[in-house]
């Protein structure tokens, strides 16, 4: 049933880019059959597509704020694939795996969150909660956040970690950087000022943040135990002849749970401060587009305690972003777990294995009665 289950979503092209409501109409149905009642949150998001979280739940209704001891939460929207790779929407079964876009990150955990909650006796009301946009910015989860949904005791959030239990991860923040100069003739350069070269005097010194600044705070449940800080992007000036106008770059830094983003932040504007003491020229625009809350879940949480008991796995963290934080944004105590390996998400061949998949349905559904029951 579950491989059947996964097959159906699978066969759901619901990449971030196109509405969701397909892959919604299907849970609506499927959730309905095994006893919940369902209600849809929408929004449109920037391109005017309707995108749709939806709620599902047992034991409660949806008057006022629903508050229910456990929510299981999976992501319907799956990264783009090359459309040469036949089994991306058409689940495919070889040496114990199961292939197909969307098989472990994370319509695997959505499968199995369905049929653990079939049948299951519950005396504590249970929510299953599907969203849109995680892979674009953990959009819908944010939207669910802010509207404040849903309350929930404890959350259980697919993401493939090969059923490793995550009780911790860091968070994602980003902003542009654009140094302003004035262009002139490179064989005049006292005519103008080089942004590329007041953009590296910048870097420099961001180099040294990540170096120095960001080492000095340290969480040791986390490889490596501090805020990572990468300029993954830049780019600047027009010709090889002519001084740069113009240099932008974009910044990116992962905060562990115990620092606040903003922390890089004010490095940041320090440093160009600097800049400006030393060049009274110096003009920056300094942007955050993306501040994301990373997440922690105590050691000795009973969820994390059940978790590392059903499956015989120490708990861990992540570096990488999930929508974690917007379930204990909504009261919750978060674990991040599911079938997969996230090394074989987003890549063409996308798989899970079979005894993973199956082995996630009966961890969700011990946790269902333990929590539940």
């Not at 006893?35 to 995108?51: A, H, I, N």
């Not at 704020?65 to 036949?86: F, Q």
């Not at 120490?314 to 079938?339: D, H």
């Amino acid at each position: 049933m579950i491989k059947e289950t996964l097959a159906d979503l699978v066969g759901i092209d619901s990449v971030s880019s196109r509405s969701n409501a397909e892959i919604v109409q299907y849970l609506e149905r499927r959730c309905a059959a095994i006893g919940f009642v369902t209600k849809r949150f929408p929004y449109v998001d920037e391109y005017g597509l309707e995108k749709i979280n939806l709620v599902a739940l047992r034991g409660a209704n949806f008057s006022g704020i629903p508050d229910v001891e456990l929510a299981l939460v999976g992501h319907t929207d799956t990264v783009p694939y090359d459309p040469n790779w036949s089994e991306a929407t058409s689940l495919t079964e070889r040496d114990g795996k199961l292939f197909g876009r969307g098989s472990c990150d994370t319509k695997g955990f959505i499968a199995a969150a369905l049929t653990a909650s079939a049948n299951t006796q519950i005396n504590k009301p249970l929510a299953l909660i599907f969203t849109a946009d995680e892979e674009v910015g953990l959009l819908g989860a944010k939207q669910l956040a802010q509207a404040k949904a849903i309350k929930a005791r404890y959350s259980i959030v697919g993401e493939p970690t090969s059923l490793k239990p995550i009780r911790a991860g860091k968070g994602y923040s980003l902003a542009e950087v654009v140094v302003k100069g004035r262009e002139a003739h490179s064989a005049y350069p006292a005519l103008g000022a080089s942004a590329i070269f007041r953009a590296a005097r910048l870097v420099t010194r961001l180099e040294l943040i990540a170096g120095d600044n960001l080492k000095e705070q340290l969480h040791p449940a986390f490889d490596p135990p501090f805020t990572t800080l990468n300029i993954g992007l830049i780019r600047g000036g027009t010709a090889k002849n002519v001084l740069a106008g113009e240099c932008r770059f974009t910044l990116e830094w992962r905060p562990i749970p115990t620092q606040p983003s903003s922390h890089v932040v004010n490095l940041v504007k320090a440093a160009i401060a600097d800049e400006q003491g030393n060049d009274p020229d110096f003009e920056c625009e300094f942007s955050v587009t993306r501040a994301d809350f990373g997440f922690e879940t105590a050691p000795d949480s009973p969820l994390i305690s059940l978790m590392e008991e059903a499956t015989g796995i120490a708990a861990g963290t992540v570096a990488f972003g999930t929508e974690a934080a917007q379930m204990m944004a909504l009261g919750s105590e978060p674990v991040v777990i599911g079938p997969g390996d996230i090394r074989e998400a987003h890549r063409t061949g996308e798989f899970v294995p079979i005894a993973e998949l199956e082995r996630c349905a009966d961890v969700l559904k011990l946790a269902i009665a333990r929590l539940c029951g």
